[in-house]
């Protein structure tokens, strides 16, 4: 193990940590290393059947983690399975990641991870949204930016209104909860009564029943088998009643016994789809949801990305503090093990994009791609000198996939980006008090590639490339 600097901080306390896991590991012992909320460290050793041995490697193990994790090092650096009072409560927790560095040699234990934080656990517990028994789940596309600023809920609009233009049944839930905006945007003054804070509240405490979450907005899409409804972050409220929106906010995040905050998200928006099938003139459930994620590395963002949807396109600005903050989400993913799972789900949108005589659309977008594929090769596989990568097109469902390696050009790559023009039209437009707002030629103009763009990849997931006829 290499020798650390004193002090020992957050960052090289993790390698060390790791370094001293896959050691035990290396003799044979399954180990869980397990970070706190300080993010100081212990070993759980599973020992199971080698108890004696593992008593009398105990203090060589211990001197490991006493000597170079510093003021990282818990009260208990290295525990034995057979002294813990409900070890499988730790070794065989869901919470677990695997370490992404696997097993350090054949006959070698495992070392998995259990990471316990404040918020932003979900960022490392990548799945697909639970299927809906007995009903059809529409698919999901989250909507987000790393940074604010960068027009994704116009976005989020535009597109919303082009699926039900080609008659799809879209569903935009508002889930920038501290910054709502999809609601007044699409609805203008016809809002429901409430909005998905007043569920994850309401349902916390049993009384979700009768709840008006959606509207239908006043938008006539241009095919006659068009609906556009909207799922408000805040509701309008009862007439005569104080509508306390920050007071249910300072709520909403909290797990519940046996009941996850992601779960309890999940469920306000199934109540949306719920609604939208029994209030509905139609009956029909929505096949497209769009979910308009809040900003930034936080809980609302994580459980949307990582969990409740089938896709997600990341709004991002050709900067450095965008690519920093994306290159940090990304070696997330790789480092807890996540990147396989949640890649392809992902596709860049340059957004903002400026086309004039002194720096051309083209150039930017070239300089927009080269900065994504870089950012996005921690997520990607290596391939050798001589191995065949996963080439470009679309990606590979088979069992015997190639490595996931997309080129610079490839255009079905998460890195190739779907861009949005800017037009300082777009700036500080009052969408509210001009409804027709979507139709004016400077919008159609700034949004016509990101459509074209992106609707196939919503469209081809429902097995629609040609839409609703």
């Not at 706190?36 to 080698?50: I, K």
């Not at 170079?68 to 525990?79: A, C, I, M, N, T």
């Not at 255009?411 to 023009?421: E, G, R, V």
């Amino acid at each position: 193990m290499t020798s650390p600097s004193f002090p020992v901080g957050f960052d090289a306390a993790g390698h060390y940590a790791a370094e001293a896991a896959r050691t035990v590991a290396g003799q044979g012992f399954d180990v869980v290393l397990v970070r706190d909320v300080l993010g100081r460290f212990s070993l759980v050793v599973d020992d199971t059947g080698r108890e004696q041995e593992a008593a009398r490697l105990l203090g060589s193990w211990e001197a490991e983690f006493t000597g170079h994790l510093g003021r990282y090092r818990s009260d208990e650096p290295v525990v034995r399975a057979s002294q813990m009072f409900s070890a499988d409560a730790v070794l065989r927790s869901r919470r677990v990641v695997a370490d992404p560095a696997g097993p350090a040699a054949e006959g070698a234990g495992t070392v998995h991870i259990l990471d316990n934080t404040v918020v932003g656990e979900d960022w490392a517990r990548v799945s697909a949204p639970d299927p809906d028994a007995g009903r059809t789940r529409g698919h999901r596309t989250a909507v987000y930016g790393f940074k604010g600023g960068v027009g994704r809920t116009t976005a989020t609009a535009v597109l919303a209104r082009h699926l039900a233009d080609r008659g799809h049944a879209v569903l935009v839930v508002d889930l920038d909860l501290e910054s709502p905006g999809a609601g007044p945007l699409l609805a203008g003054r016809n809002m429901p009564r409430h909005g998905i804070v007043d569920h994850l509240v309401e349902a916390a405490v049993g009384n979700a029943e009768g709840l008006e979450l959606v509207t239908r907005t006043p938008y006539d899409p241009r095919h006659r088998y068009g609906e556009l409804w909207v799922a408000p972050a805040r509701g309008e409220g009862t007439p005569g009643m104080p509508y306390t929106y920050v007071d249910k906010l300072n709520r909403v995040y909290s797990d519940l016994p046996g009941v996850s905050f992601r779960r309890r998200l999940e469920q306000a928006i199934e109540a949306c789809e719920d609604a939208i099938e029994r209030d509905g003139d139609t009956g029909r459930r929505p096949d497209v949801v769009l979910l308009d994620s809040r900003a930034g590395i936080h809980d609302i963002a994580a459980v949307t990305i990582s969990q409740l949807c089938d896709a997600a396109l990341l709004f991002a600005a050709d900067n450095t503090q965008t690519w920093a903050g994306y290159g940090d989400l990304f070696t997330a993913w790789q480092s807890t093990g996540q990147a396989p799972r949640i890649r392809e789900k992902l596709r860049m949108v340059a957004s903002m994009v400026p086309d004039s005589v002194h720096f051309s659309m083209r150039d930017y977008l070239k300089s927009f791609r080269e900065h994504a594929f870089a950012c996005c090769q921690v997520l990607y596989d290596e391939v050798a000198p001589g191995e065949v990568g996963g080439g470009d097109g679309p990606p590979d469902d088979s069992s015997d996939a190639v490595p996931f390696a997309p080129s610079l050009n490839d255009d079905w790559a998460p890195h190739s980006p779907a861009p949005i023009l800017f037009d300082q039209g777009l700036v500080g437009m009052d969408s509210v008090n001009a409804p027709d707002w979507w139709d004016r030629a400077f919008v159609q103009a700034a949004y016509r590639e990101f459509l074209a763009t992106v609707t196939p990849l919503i469209e081809d997931a429902l097995g629609d490339p040609e839409g609703t006829r």
